[in-house]
Nanobody, 116 residues
């Protein structure tokens, strides 16, 4: 059974940092490109950052470029998102999943709240 468990969210002041973690299981993690997504209140889930299966290449949404860094540890089946310079507009529930049109069942996500 495929499972994603996201953690590391919390309440932080604007300008602060958080590091999100995603533990993946039930599939060949090292085979797939992976991504972080977020859903802000009243909005659709959107792509934040993606990383190739090898970890060599990454992409970012314009809104987080230069502030967020995605990484992975294939041996541990872990995906990470280092978030620096957080802004109130980064407030959302953050999820991990495959970086493709075909996705596995979503996990519960981790809430990030940035106060101004």
């Amino acid at each position: 059974e495929v499972q994603f468990v996201e953690s590391g969210g919390g309440l932080v002041q604007a300008g602060g940092s958080l590091r999100l973690s995603c533990s993946a299981s039930g599939f060949s993690f090292r085979t797939y490109d992976m991504a972080w997504y977020r859903r802000a209140p009243g909005q659709e889930r959107k792509l934040v950052a993606s990383i190739a299966s090898s970890g060599v290449s990454t992409t970012y949404a314009d809104s987080v470029k230069g502030r967020f860094t995605i990484s992975r540890d294939n041996a541990k089946k872990m995906l990470y998102l280092q978030m620096n310079g957080l802004k109130p507009e980064d407030t959302a529930v953050y999820y991990c999943n495959r970086a493709s049109a075909v996705k596995y069942l979503w996990g519960q996500g981790t809430q990030v709240t940035v106060s101004s």
